[in-house]
C-alpha cells in the first residue's frame, strides 16, 4: 500500500480530477481498498477525517491540464489498438479450440465419432459445465483482476484459490446430485452416468482454471494449454493405440492439469515480483463472497441463457431413437454455424463496450458537472453508432462462417437447418447487441438490471424453447434463443438508457 | 421382495404426496380443511387438474418428467406468492437473509438447522396443536366405529393388494389397456380416447416416481380398490350420520363379504335363473369392475357425499368439489353420470333415502338389461351390483340401529357390532377377489428384464398380445400369431434369415400353454369367436395350437442356424433369442429393399 498520504491524495486526483465533497474522496480512498484500520498508519482516526484533510488540500486544475497536453492523436490510436488486441486475444482465446474442434468434426467427420450414448453424455456434461460454474468463472475472473490490477498478487492468489475450492466443492456436490437424478429419472445407463459426471468435473475445473489464466493477464496460456492437452490425448489414442472415447475422456483432466500448473506458475512469478505485498491486510472472506453473489448469479444466468437452447433441443430427441437426451444432427450444425459468428463479434462487442466506457469516463472526467445534456448527447450518439456496427460484423461474420461449412462439409441447405440458422442467427445477433448492453450496466454498478433482465429472457427462452421444440420439432428450440435474446435485449436497451440519463451519477458510482 | 416393497412404498408415497399432500398446500384456504371430505375434496380437484394438464401436455408432445415437475413449482411459487400477497420485495429480501446467514454459518462452520426449521415450526404449531387435540377427543367418542373402519379397510388392502405384490403380471384384462394408454401418454402419443382417467394418475405418477408404468398400474389398481371401500363408508356416513352402518358397509365390499357364485353349468334360460344370477353377480367375488370404472364409483361416491355434506352444511368449497366429481364421472362414464344424477336429487329432499335410490336403481336398471336383450343399457350396470349390495347391508343395518336406539340407548350399537362380528365370522368371511390373470408371470418378469437388460429400440419381442403394452417405447413388437403363420414354412432353409432388422429377436413359447379359461366358455358371441386375438390367445384349442407351431418353428430354425439360442427356460416358457450382428442385419436389411 502507499506510504504517504500525499501519494493517496494523487491516485485520487489522477482518478478524480474534480470532486463534489468530502465524501467523494472519502468512497475513491475506500475503493481502493482503505479502511479505518489501515489509515491510522497515516495518523488519521478514520478515513473520513483523512478525506477531509485531503478535500482541503485538494488540487484544483493542474492535473487535468498536463493530462490533456499529453494525450495526442497517435498516442489514443495506439492506446485504442492495443486495447482491441488484448480484449480480442482473450476472448478469442476461449474460442479457439472450439472452432478447431469445429474444423475436425467438418473435414474429418469419422475421427470424433463416438457411439450415440457416449455422445449424450459428453454434450450433457459438457454443457452443465459451462453452466454451473459460469458463476464462479465471474466471480474469480472479478476478484482476480480486481486484485492483480491493484498489484496484489497474494490476495489475488489467495482470493483465486478459495473462490476456486468453494467451485470445486460446489460441482462435486451438483455432479452427486446429477448421478442421483440420472439414475433416477433414467437419463442415461449406470457406466455413461459415472462417465458424464467425472467429464463434468474436470470441464468445470478445467474452465475455473481459464478465468484464473485471464484474471492473471495470461489468457494467451488458454490455447496453449488446449493445444498441449489435445495433442497429448492424440498421442495417447494414436501410440497407445487407445479408443477414442478414453482420449476424449483423458483431455480435459490433461488440459484442467496444464492450465493449473500454468496458473500456479504465474503466481509464484507474481509473487515474486512484489513480496513487500504478502503483508498486505485482506478484507474479511465473508464480505468479499457476498460482494461477488451478484457477479455468481449474472454469470450462471448468462452461461444458463448461452446453452439453453441446446439443452431443450437435447430433450427434443424423438423417443423411438432409445435415447434420454441427444442434440439433433441438423440442429447443431446450424447452430454452430451461427456461433461461431457469434463468438467472433462477441469479441469485438467486448473490446468496444471498454473502449465505450474509457471514452464516457474520460468525457465524465473532462466536461464540466454543469453541462450534463452535452455528456448525454455524446454518449447517446456513440452508442447509438455502436449499436449499428455490431449487426454488420455479426451477419459478415455469418455469412463468411456458412461459406466456409459450406464448402467444406455436408452442410446440406435442408429445410430444417435453414431455419435453425434464421433463427439461432437472429437470436445470437440480438444476444450480442445484448451484450454490449450488459456490459456497460455491469461495469457502471447496476448490475441488478443485467441480472434480472437475463434472467427474464432465461425464462422465456426456455418456456419458448422447450415448449415449441416439443410441439413443432427440434428447429424451433431456436426460436426459444430468438425470443429469449429479443426480450434481454428490450430490458437491456431500456435500463441502458436509463441509465444514461444521469450518466455522472453513474460514473460516480462506477 | 425387498425390492417390490421398496417400490410399492415409493409409489404409494409419491401418489399420496401428489395427490393427498400437494392440494392440501395449494387449497390450504378451504373451509373443511383437515376433515376427512376436505381431504377426499383437494384430492378430487387435484385428480382433475392432472387430467386435464397430462391431456394437454400430451396433445402439445411437451409431457415428461421435467414438464410436470416445472409445473409443480411453478404451482408452489404461485402458492407462496398468494401467502404473502404477491409481495416480491419481502421475498427478496427474505432470500438475501438467508444467502448471508448460510455464508456466516459457512465462514464459522456452524449450520444450526434448527433456525431454519423455526420460521416453519412456528406457522405450523397452532395448526398442529389444534390437530393433536381433536384426535384423542375423536378416538374417545367414536373409537369403535373407527376401528371398524379400519379393519375394514386392512382387509380390503390385504385382499387387493395379496396379488398385486407376489406376481408383476396383471389379473384383468383392462389393466393392459391402461398400461398400454398409460404409455402412450408418456410417450406422447393418441392423446385423446378412453380410457383417459386413470391412466392420467398412472402416467403422473410413473413420470414424478421414475418407476415403470408396469408397477404403478399393478399397486394403484388395488389402490383404487381400497379407495372405493373409503369413498363407499364416506358416502354412507355423510348420507346416513350411523358410523357402524358406514363400516359394516365397507366390510361387505371390500372383504367381498358375500358368497361368491358357483361356477355356471348351463346358461341361464328362466326369469328366476336370470335374476337369481344378478345376486350371484353382487358378490365382489363373482364380479369386479374395471379400475377405471370403479374409480367413476369412487367419484359418484364421493360426490354424493359432498352433495350430503352441503346440504347439511353448505359452502362455497363443496359446490367446487361436487363439480370436479361430476366431470370426472362423465369423463368416466355416462351411466354413472346418470347414477349420481338420481341418488344427489334423492339425497337433495331425503338425505338418508340416497343409498336406498342407489341400490333401486341400480339393481332395476341390471335386472332390466339382463331381462331385455338387445337394449341399449351398457354392460357397466353390472358393475354397479357389488357396491349397490353393500350400501343395501349398510343401509338395512342403519334402519335397525334407528329402530333399537330408542329402546336400549347408547347399549345399541356395541350390541349390533357383536352381532354383526359373529354373523361375519360364520357366514360372511373375506373371500379372495376375482382374479383372471392371461399371461405367465415369468413372461411379464423376463419381459422387464429384457427392457432393463438390452439397449432401447434395439431389440424386437415376438410374444402374445400381453407384451405389446408391456414393450411400447422401450423396443419392438411383433404379434406371435403373425410372425408364426409368416414365417413357419421358410425356416428350414439355411439361407432364410427373419425380417427383423433389429439386433435382438425374442420369441416366447409357452411348453405349457397358458389357459385363460379353465374350459372353453359355454357361451361366445360370434363376434368375439371370429376375432383373431381370441382365436390365437384366449381359446384353449387355439391357444395350444399357436404355441405348438411357434416350438416347431424355433426348434427348425435353431437346427440350422448359429444365431439363435435358449434365453430363458422354465417349466412353462422358453424364450428365444436371435442375436444379429451388423453384417447379418445389413444383409437382411438389403433383401427387404429387394
Given at each position: 500500500?502507499?506510504?504517504?498520504?500525499?501519494?493517496?491524495?494523487?491516485?485520487?486526483?489522477?482518478?478524480?480530477?474534480?470532486?463534489?465533497?468530502?465524501?467523494?474522496?472519502?468512497?475513491?480512498?475506500?475503493?481502493?481498498?482503505?479502511?479505518?484500520?489501515?489509515?491510522?498508519?497515516?495518523?488519521?482516526?478514520?478515513?473520513?477525517?483523512?478525506?477531509?484533510?485531503?478535500?482541503?488540500?485538494?488540487?484544483?486544475?493542474?492535473?487535468?491540464?498536463?493530462?490533456?497536453?499529453?494525450?495526442?492523436?497517435?498516442?489514443?490510436?495506439?492506446?485504442?489498438?492495443?486495447?482491441?488486441?488484448?480484449?480480442?486475444?482473450?476472448?478469442?482465446?476461449?474460442?479457439?479450440?472450439?472452432?478447431?474442434?469445429?474444423?475436425?468434426?467438418?473435414?474429418?467427420?469419422?475421427?470424433?465419432?463416438?457411439?450415440?450414448?457416449?455422445?449424450?453424455?459428453?454434450?450433457?456434461?459438457?454443457?452443465?459445465?459451462?453452466?454451473?460454474?459460469?458463476?464462479?468463472?465471474?466471480?474469480?475472473?472479478?476478484?482476480?483482476?480486481?486484485?492483480?490490477?491493484?498489484?496484489?498478487?497474494?490476495?489475488?492468489?489467495?482470493?483465486?484459490?478459495?473462490?476456486?475450492?468453494?467451485?470445486?466443492?460446489?460441482?462435486?456436490?451438483?455432479?452427486?446430485?446429477?448421478?442421483?437424478?440420472?439414475?433416477?429419472?433414467?437419463?442415461?445407463?449406470?457406466?455413461?452416468?459415472?462417465?458424464?459426471?467425472?467429464?463434468?468435473?474436470?470441464?468445470?475445473?478445467?474452465?475455473?482454471?481459464?478465468?484464473?489464466?485471464?484474471?492473471?493477464?495470461?489468457?494467451?496460456?488458454?490455447?496453449?494449454?488446449?493445444?498441449?492437452?489435445?495433442?497429448?490425448?492424440?498421442?495417447?489414442?494414436?501410440?497407445?493405440?487407445?479408443?477414442?472415447?478414453?482420449?476424449?475422456?483423458?483431455?480435459?483432466?490433461?488440459?484442467?492439469?496444464?492450465?493449473?500448473?500454468?496458473?500456479?506458475?504465474?503466481?509464484?512469478?507474481?509473487?515474486?515480483?512484489?513480496?513487500?505485498?504478502?503483508?498486505?491486510?485482506?478484507?474479511?472472506?465473508?464480505?468479499?463472497?457476498?460482494?461477488?453473489i451478484p457477479f455468481y448469479l449474472y454469470g450462471t444466468v448468462y452461461f444458463g441463457?448461452?446453452?439453453?437452447?441446446?439443452?431443450?433441443?437435447?430433450?427434443?430427441?424423438?423417443?423411438?431413437?432409445?435415447?434420454?437426451?441427444?442434440?439433433?444432427?441438423?440442429?447443431?450444425?446450424?447452430?454452430?454455424?451461427?456461433?461461431?459468428?457469434?463468438?467472433?463479434?462477441?469479441?469485438?462487442?467486448?473490446?468496444?463496450?471498454?473502449?465505450?466506457?474509457?471514452?464516457?469516463?474520460?468525457?465524465?472526467?473532462?466536461?464540466?458537472?454543469?453541462?450534463?445534456?452535452?455528456?448525454?448527447?455524446?454518449?447517446?450518439?456513440?452508442?447509438?453508432?455502436?449499436?449499428?456496427?455490431?449487426?454488420?460484423?455479426?451477419?459478415?461474420?455469418?455469412?463468411?462462417?456458412?461459406?466456409?461449412?459450406?464448402?467444406?462439409?455436408?452442410?446440406?441447405?435442408?429445410?430444417?437447418?435453414?431455419?435453425?440458422?434464421?433463427?439461432?442467427?437472429?437470436?445470437?445477433?440480438?444476444?450480442?447487441?445484448?451484450?454490449?448492453?450488459?456490459?456497460?450496466?455491469?461495469?457502471?454498478?447496476?448490475?441488478?438490471?443485467?441480472?434480472?433482465?437475463?434472467?427474464?429472457?432465461?425464462?422465456?427462452?426456455?418456456?419458448?424453447?422447450?415448449?415449441?421444440?416439443?410441439?413443432?420439432?427440434?428447429?424451433?428450440?431456436?426460436?426459444?434463443?430468438?425470443?429469449?435474446?429479443?426480450?434481454?435485449?428490450?430490458?437491456?436497451?431500456?435500463?441502458?438508457?436509463?441509465?444514461?440519463?444521469?450518466?455522472?451519477?453513474?460514473?460516480?458510482?462506477? | 421382495?425387498?425390492?417390490?416393497?421398496l417400490k410399492v412404498g415409493w409409489i404409494l408415497t409419491i401418489f399420496i404426496l401428489?395427490?393427498?399432500?400437494?392440494?392440501?398446500?395449494?387449497?390450504?384456504?378451504?373451509?373443511?380443511?383437515?376433515?376427512?371430505?376436505?381431504?377426499?375434496?383437494?384430492?378430487?380437484?387435484?385428480?382433475?387438474?392432472?387430467?386435464?394438464?397430462?391431456?394437454?401436455?400430451?396433445?402439445?408432445?411437451?409431457?415428461?418428467?421435467?414438464?410436470?415437475?416445472?409445473?409443480?413449482?411453478?404451482?408452489?411459487?404461485?402458492?407462496?406468492?398468494?401467502?404473502?400477497?404477491?409481495?416480491?420485495?419481502?421475498?427478496?429480501?427474505?432470500?438475501?437473509?438467508?444467502?448471508?446467514?448460510?455464508?456466516?454459518?459457512?465462514?464459522?462452520?456452524?449450520?444450526?438447522?434448527?433456525?431454519?426449521?423455526?420460521?416453519?415450526?412456528?406457522?405450523?404449531?397452532?395448526?398442529?396443536?389444534?390437530?393433536?387435540?381433536?384426535?384423542?377427543?375423536?378416538?374417545?367418542?367414536?373409537?369403535?366405529?373407527?376401528?371398524?373402519?379400519?379393519?375394514?379397510?386392512?382387509?380390503?388392502?390385504?385382499?387387493?393388494?395379496?396379488?398385486?405384490?407376489?406376481?408383476?403380471?396383471?389379473?384383468?384384462?383392462?389393466?393392459?389397456?391402461?398400461?398400454?394408454?398409460?404409455?402412450?401418454?408418456?410417450?406422447?402419443?393418441?392423446?385423446?380416447?378412453?380410457?383417459?382417467?386413470?391412466?392420467?394418475?398412472?402416467?403422473?405418477?410413473?413420470?414424478?416416481?421414475?418407476?415403470?408404468?408396469?408397477?404403478?398400474?399393478?399397486?394403484?389398481?388395488?389402490?383404487?380398490?381400497?379407495?372405493?371401500?373409503?369413498?363407499?363408508?364416506?358416502?354412507?356416513?355423510?348420507?346416513?350420520?350411523?358410523?357402524?352402518?358406514?363400516?359394516?358397509?365397507?366390510?361387505?365390499?371390500?372383504?367381498?363379504?358375500?358368497?361368491?357364485?358357483?361356477?355356471?353349468?348351463?346358461?341361464?334360460?328362466?326369469?328366476?335363473?336370470?335374476?337369481?344370477?344378478?345376486?350371484?353377480?353382487?358378490?365382489?367375488?363373482?364380479?369386479?369392475?374395471?379400475?377405471?370404472?370403479?374409480?367413476?364409483?369412487?367419484?359418484?361416491?364421493?360426490?354424493?357425499?359432498?352433495?350430503?355434506?352441503?346440504?347439511?352444511?353448505?359452502?362455497?368449497?363443496?359446490?367446487?368439489?361436487?363439480?370436479?366429481?361430476?366431470?370426472?364421472?362423465?369423463?368416466?362414464?355416462?351411466?354413472?353420470?346418470?347414477?349420481?344424477?338420481?341418488?344427489?336429487?334423492?339425497?337433495?329432499?331425503?338425505?338418508?333415502?340416497?343409498?336406498?335410490?342407489?341400490?333401486?336403481?341400480?339393481?332395476?336398471?341390471?335386472?332390466?338389461?339382463?331381462?331385455?336383450?338387445?337394449?341399449?343399457?351398457?354392460?357397466?350396470?353390472?358393475?354397479?351390483?357389488?357396491?349397490?349390495?353393500?350400501?343395501?347391508?349398510?343401509?338395512?343395518?342403519?334402519?335397525?340401529?334407528?329402530?333399537?336406539?330408542?329402546?336400549?340407548?347408547?347399549?345399541?350399537?356395541?350390541?349390533?357390532?357383536?352381532?354383526?362380528?359373529?354373523?361375519?365370522?360364520?357366514?360372511?368371511?373375506?373371500?379372495?377377489?376375482?382374479?383372471?390373470?392371461?399371461?405367465?408371470?415369468?413372461?411379464?418378469?423376463?419381459?422387464?428384464?429384457?427392457?432393463?437388460?438390452?439397449?432401447?429400440?434395439?431389440?424386437?419381442?415376438?410374444?402374445?398380445?400381453?407384451?405389446?403394452?408391456?414393450?411400447?417405447?422401450?423396443?419392438?413388437?411383433?404379434?406371435?400369431?403373425?410372425?408364426?403363420?409368416?414365417?413357419?414354412?421358410?425356416?428350414?432353409?439355411?439361407?432364410?434369415?427373419?425380417?427383423?432388422?433389429?439386433?435382438?429377436?425374442?420369441?416366447?413359447?409357452?411348453?405349457?400353454?397358458?389357459?385363460?379359461?379353465?374350459?372353453?366358455?359355454?357361451?361366445?358371441?360370434?363376434?368375439?369367436?371370429?376375432?383373431?386375438?381370441?382365436?390365437?390367445?384366449?381359446?384353449?384349442?387355439?391357444?395350444?395350437?399357436?404355441?405348438?407351431?411357434?416350438?416347431?418353428?424355433?426348434?427348425?430354425?435353431?437346427?440350422?442356424?448359429?444365431?439363435?439360442?435358449?434365453?430363458?427356460?422354465?417349466?412353462?416358457?422358453?424364450?428365444?433369442?436371435?442375436?444379429?450382428?451388423?453384417?447379418?442385419?445389413?444383409?437382411?436389411?438389403?433383401?427387404?429393399?429387394?
Open positions: 500500500m502507499t506510504r504517504d498520504w500525499n501519494d493517496l491524495l494523487n491516485d485520487v486526483h489522477a482518478i478524480a480530477p474534480q470532486v463534489a465533497d468530502a465524501e467523494e474522496i472519502a468512497a475513491l480512498v475506500e475503493s481502493f481498498g482503505y479502511n479505518d484500520r489501515s489509515v491510522r498508519q497515516f495518523g488519521f482516526a478514520s478515513v473520513f477525517a483523512l478525506a477531509e484533510h485531503m478535500y482541503l488540500n485538494f488540487p484544483t486544475g493542474a492535473l487535468s491540464q498536463k493530462k490533456s497536453v499529453e494525450s495526442g492523436k497517435w498516442s489514443s490510436i495506439w492506446v485504442e489498438i492495443g486495447s482491441a488486441a488484448r480484449k480480442l486475444s482473450a476472448s478469442l482465446a476461449y474460442s479457439i479450440p472450439w472452432m478447431a474442434l469445429l474444423v475436425v468434426e467438418y473435414v474429418r467427420p469419422h475421427a470424433l465419432q463416438v457411439s450415440p450414448e457416449f455422445g449424450s453424455a459428453l454434450s450433457l456434461s459438457l454443457i452443465a459445465s459451462l453452466v454451473t460454474p459460469g458463476g464462479f468463472i465471474q466471480m474469480i475472473a472479478r476478484a482476480g483482476s480486481f486484485y492483480s490490477g491493484m498489484q496484489e498478487p497474494f490476495l489475488a492468489h489467495r482470493f483465486s484459490i478459495l473462490l476456486l475450492k468453494l467451485g470445486v466443492a460446489t460441482t462435486i456436490l451438483l455432479a452427486v446430485l446429477g448421478l442421483m437424478l440420472g439414475a433416477y429419472f433414467h437419463v442415461l445407463s449406470g457406466a455413461y452416468l459415472l462417465v458424464a459426471a467425472a467429464n463434468y468435473i474436470a470441464l468445470s475445473i478445467l474452465w475455473m482454471f481459464c478465468a484464473i489464466l485471464g484474471a492473471q493477464g495470461i489468457g494467451w496460456c488458454v490455447p496453449l494449454t488446449f493445444l498441449i492437452s489435445a495433442t497429448a490425448a492424440a498421442g495417447i489414442k494414436i501410440f497407445a493405440h487407445a479408443d477414442i472415447t478414453l482420449a476424449l475422456m483423458l483431455w480435459p483432466a490433461l488440459a484442467a492439469f496444464c492450465a493449473a500448473v500454468c496458473a500456479r506458475i504465474e503466481f509464484w512469478r507474481s509473487e515474486r515480483k512484489r513480496p513487500q505485498r504478502s503483508a498486505s491486510a485482506p478484507p474479511r472472506f465473508r464480505v468479499a463472497l457476498i460482494s461477488l441463457f448461452l446453452f439453453a437452447d441446446r439443452l431443450t433441443a437435447g430433450t427434443a430427441i424423438p423417443w423411438f431413437s432409445g435415447l434420454s437426451f441427444g442434440i439433433d444432427g441438423a440442429y447443431k450444425r446450424g447452430m454452430d454455424v451461427v456461433l461461431l459468428a457469434f463468438l467472433i463479434s462477441a469479441a469485438l462487442v467486448e473490446y468496444l463496450s471498454e473502449s465505450y466506457l474509457r471514452y464516457w469516463f474520460h468525457l465524465a472526467a473532462e466536461l464540466p458537472q454543469s453541462k450534463p445534456a452535452e455528456l448525454v448527447a455524446h454518449l447517446r450518439k456513440r452508442h447509438f453508432k455502436i449499436m449499428l456496427v455490431i449487426p454488420g460484423v455479426f451477419i459478415i461474420a455469418a455469412l463468411v462462417a456458412w461459406f466456409v461449412f459450406n464448402r467444406w462439409g455436408s452442410l446440406a441447405a435442408s429445410p430444417q437447418l435453414l431455419e435453425t440458422v434464421a433463427m439461432g442467427g437472429a437470436g445470437y445477433l440480438m444476444l450480442n447487441m445484448a451484450l454490449f448492453e450488459t456490459i456497460v450496466l455491469v461495469c457502471v454498478n447496476a448490475l441488478n438490471m443485467a441480472v434480472r433482465s437475463l434472467a427474464i429472457g432465461l425464462a422465456v427462452n426456455v418456456i419458448a424453447g422447450y415448449g415449441l421444440s416439443h410441439i413443432l420439432g427440434v428447429q424451433y428450440a431456436a426460436f426459444g434463443l430468438m425470443a429469449g435474446a429479443a426480450v434481454v435485449l428490450w430490458k437491456c436497451n431500456a435500463a441502458a438508457r436509463q441509465v444514461l440519463r444521469h450518466p455522472d451519477y453513474r460514473y460516480s458510482v462506477a | 421382495m425387498l425390492l417390490e416393497s401428489l395427490f393427498l399432500w400437494f392440494p392440501g398446500r395449494l387449497f390450504s384456504r378451504r373451509v373443511n380443511r383437515g376433515t376427512s371430505l376436505g381431504i377426499a375434496g383437494n384430492w378430487t380437484r387435484m385428480v382433475l387438474f392432472a387430467v386435464i394438464g397430462i391431456f394437454i401436455l400430451s396433445k402439445l408432445r411437451v409431457l415428461t418428467a421435467l414438464a410436470i415437475g416445472f409445473i409443480l413449482l411453478i404451482a408452489f411459487a404461485l402458492v407462496y406468492l398468494y401467502r404473502i400477497d404477491w409481495k416480491f420485495g419481502a421475498l427478496n429480501s427474505k432470500v438475501q437473509r438467508t444467502v448471508v446467514q448460510f455464508v456466516r454459518n459457512l465462514e464459522t462452520s456452524s449450520f444450526k438447522l434448527s433456525s431454519l426449521r423455526s420460521n416453519a415450526a412456528a406457522s405450523d404449531s397452532a395448526e398442529e396443536q389444534r390437530f393433536s387435540q381433536r384426535w384423542p377427543e375423536l378416538l374417545k367418542e367414536r373409537g369403535i366405529p373407527i376401528l371398524c373402519v379400519l379393519a375394514a379397510v386392512t382387509i380390503a388392502a390385504i385382499l387387493r393388494y395379496a396379488d398385486a405384490w407376489s406376481e408383476l403380471r396383471f389379473n384383468h384384462v383392462e389393466q393392459y389397456d391402461y398400461l398400454l394408454r398409460a404409455r402412450e401418454l408418456i410417450l406422447n402419443v393418441h392423446p385423446t380416447g378412453r380410457p383417459f382417467v386413470f391412466p392420467s394418475l398412472i402416467a403422473t405418477t410413473s413420470l414424478v416416481s421414475a418407476v415403470d408404468p408396469i408397477y404403478v398400474t399393478r399397486f394403484l389398481s388395488a389402490l383404487i380398490g381400497v379407495l372405493l371401500v373409503l369413498a363407499l363408508g364416506a358416502f354412507l356416513q355423510a348420507s346416513m350420520r350411523v358410523s357402524l352402518a358406514s363400516a359394516v358397509a365397507m366390510y361387505c365390499l371390500g372383504s367381498a363379504a358375500f358368497p361368491p357364485a358357483a361356477e355356471p353349468t348351463l346358461v341361464p334360460t328362466s326369469l328366476v335363473q336370470k335374476i337369481f344370477e344378478l345376486f350371484a353377480l353382487s358378490s365382489p367375488a363373482t364380479t369386479q369392475g374395471s379400475s377405471e370404472f370403479e374409480l367413476g364409483l369412487v367419484f359418484v361416491l364421493l360426490g354424493l357425499a359432498f352433495v350430503a355434506e352441503w346440504h347439511w352444511t353448505p359452502h362455497k368449497d363443496s359446490l367446487v368439489d361436487i363439480a370436479c366429481s361430476v366431470i370426472l364421472t362423465g369423463l368416466i362414464s355416462p351411466f354413472l353420470l346418470v347414477l349420481f344424477a338420481i341418488a344427489a336429487v334423492m339425497l337433495l329432499f331425503r338425505p338418508k333415502l340416497a343409498p336406498v335410490g342407489f341400490v333401486l336403481f341400480g339393481f332395476e336398471a341390471a335386472v332390466y338389461a339382463r331381462l331385455s336383450p338387445g337394449t341399449s343399457i351398457t354392460n357397466d350396470v353390472f358393475m354397479t351390483l357389488p357396491v349397490a349390495a353393500a350400501i343395501a347391508a349398510g343401509w338395512f343395518l342403519a334402519v335397525v340401529i334407528t329402530m333399537i336406539r330408542s329402546d336400549l340407548g347408547r347399549r345399541a350399537e356395541p350390541l349390533l357390532l357383536a352381532s354383526c362380528l359373529l354373523v361375519a365370522a360364520i357366514w360372511f368371511r373375506p373371500h379372495r377377489l376375482v382374479s383372471q390373470p392371461l399371461e405367465y408371470d415369468s413372461a411379464a418378469r423376463q419381459t422387464q428384464d429384457i427392457a432393463n437388460k438390452f439397449a432401447a429400440q434395439k431389440w424386437v419381442v415376438v410374444a402374445p398380445v400381453e407384451q405389446f403394452p408391456e414393450t411400447l417405447g422401450f423396443g419392438g413388437y411383433e404379434d406371435l400369431a403373425d410372425f408364426v403363420s409368416k414365417n413357419r414354412s421358410q425356416v428350414a432353409s439355411r439361407d432364410f434369415h427373419f425380417a427383423s432388422t433389429a439386433q435382438d429377436l425374442f420369441i416366447y413359447v409357452e411348453k405349457k400353454p397358458f389357459q385363460v379359461f379353465d374350459r372353453e366358455p359355454l357361451s361366445v358371441p360370434f363376434a368375439v369367436l371370429t376375432d383373431a386375438t381370441y382365436r390365437s390367445y384366449r381359446s384353449p384349442a387355439g391357444r395350444a395350437s399357436l404355441e405348438s407351431d411357434a416350438l416347431q418353428l424355433c426348434e427348425s430354425y435353431r437346427q440350422n442356424h448359429s444365431d439363435m439360442e435358449v434365453y430363458f427356460k422354465d417349466e412353462n416358457l422358453q424364450i428365444y433369442r436371435v442375436h444379429r450382428d451388423d453384417a447379418l442385419k445389413a444383409a437382411a436389411q438389403e433383401a427387404r429393399a429387394e
